[in-house]
């Protein structure tokens, strides 16, 4: 049985109940980003709560709403991240146990972080789904009260605060909400339409893992990959994240893996604030989606920043190179003395900065005689990295251009 969906009342009771004990994280606009992306942009700045995520806002509605027996027992969820830690964190604050079902695969550094913040962890599972299957059956054993991280009606209001404080703050005519399994999206979208119903409520998700438009076109999914975007990586999204979404939200947009990296890349560079991948997903929307948004003036949700430090140097070499800033050549050339100088000093003339060169011969199909390098060079722009191509061509050269991998082939 699908529970009630959550009203506006219920989301000005939570704000209520969190507001002491959160950060009214700052709306802020970015002039500069403003021009990347042809309007207004406003930031609401949700990495900067103390776990580093909005999942806090509902994490502490629920337990606020639990009563003394509840409390005692505790209670149990299954997250490999923002969930984990939003839960963990006010748990030990309130005196509540919490006990945090994370997969198999959950990176040591979100384990060891959760563990430090007084929450039992147990890890049971390939993936979320086994995980939360795992911490149902513990649920019933053990008779723990199970938190979801979206599909709840109290998490759900708790998410929806973060629309009550935009609508308090800035006027604007249309939100970009990062979607998981849809738990901050039905917020926002009750919070938004109650209030402000011209505001237009647009979804914003990973390519490889577009869950929620699948389950709102009523078709099977299926993830294509893995996502630098892990904290909305979720397979299965909502039932009541679906029905709120498809009543009240008014489009939909999915976002490439280089889309998203030139995004955290850029809110690093041009704001100095590190976001996740989940958390860039509306920016990248921004910069690259912009005819599938709405409006003059649109608030995008820096949703978190915990993300896996060992992962950043390569989301920004994927971010410099959707920006033009980095590039792959692949130069095919006659294997004799001489022949690496000249084009190394060609790429030299038109300013390119060589970082690394590599050299294919025995495991490729040159044909002998001949030999492929591979070239990475810092480049100021992709009109720059034109000209650098049509320069080696002018001199007879074959060369292709490279995209790091998954992001294709030019």
Not at 18 to 47: A, D, M, W, Y
Not at 93 to 102: A, D, K, S, Y
Request: glycine share 10%; proline share 4%.
């Amino acid at each position: 049985m699908t529970p009630e969906k959550p009203t506006i009342a219920d989301i000005e009771a939570a704000r209520q109940r969190i507001g002491p004990h959160l950060i009214r994280t700052p709306l802020l606009e970015s002039f500069t980003l403003g021009e990347l992306c042809g309007r207004q942009v406003l930031c609401k700045f949700e990495n900067l709560q103390m776990t580093g995520s909005f999942k806090e806002r509902g994490a502490l509605n629920k337990l606020l709403t639990l009563n003394e027996v509840e409390r005692g027992r505790g209670v149990v969820a299954a997250s490999a991240g923002n969930h984990a830690q939003g839960l963990a964190y006010h748990g030990q604050r309130l005196g509540i146990p919490v006990t945090i079902v994370m997969p198999l695969y959950t990176p040591v550094v979100k384990v060891v972080h959760t563990q430090k913040m007084g929450a039992r962890v147990i890890q049971v599972g390939e993936n979320f789904d086994q995980a939360h299957e795992y911490a149902c059956e513990l649920a019933e054993r053990e008779g723990l009260t199970l938190v979801h991280p979206f599909d709840d009606p109290d998490v759900i209001a708790g998410q929806g605060t973060l629309g009550l404080e935009l609508l308090e703050a800035e006027e604007f005519d249309s939100v970009l909400v990062p979607v998981g399994g849809g738990g901050l999206l039905a917020g926002i979208a009750t919070a938004l339409k109650a209030r402000r119903p011209s505001v237009r409520v647009i979804g914003v998700e990973a390519e490889l893992c577009a869950s929620m438009q699948a389950a709102l076109a009523g078709q099977p999914f299926q993830a294509r990959g893995r996502t630098i975007a892990d904290g909305i990586a979720v397979q299965k999204v909502g039932t009541l994240t679906t029905a709120i979404a498809r009543e009240l939200v008014d489009g939909m947009v999915a976002v490439s893996e280089g889309e998203i990296a030139h995004a955290v890349q850029l809110l690093l560079e041009i704001e100095k604030t590190l976001v996740e991948g989940a958390g860039a997903v509306g920016l990248a929307a921004l910069l690259h989606h912009r005819s599938e948004v709405p409006g003059e003036r649109s608030v995008i949700l820096l949703s978190g920043g915990n993300m896996d430090i060992t992962m950043l140097a390569k989301i920004i070499e994927r971010g410099l190179t959707a920006d033009g800033r980095l590039t792959r050549l692949v130069v095919r050339l006659p294997d004799i003395p001489g022949a690496l100088a000249a084009v190394t000093e060609c790429i030299s003339k038109e300013r390119g900065n060589i970082r690394d060169v590599v050299h294919h011969r025995t495991f490729s199909n040159t044909p002998l005689g001949e030999v492929y390098v591979e070239f990475t060079v810092e480049t100021r722009s992709h009109e720059h990295v034109a000209q650098i191509e049509a320069a080696l061509r002018a001199r007879g050269y074959d060369v292709r251009r490279l995209a790091l991998a998954g992001d294709g082939e030019r």
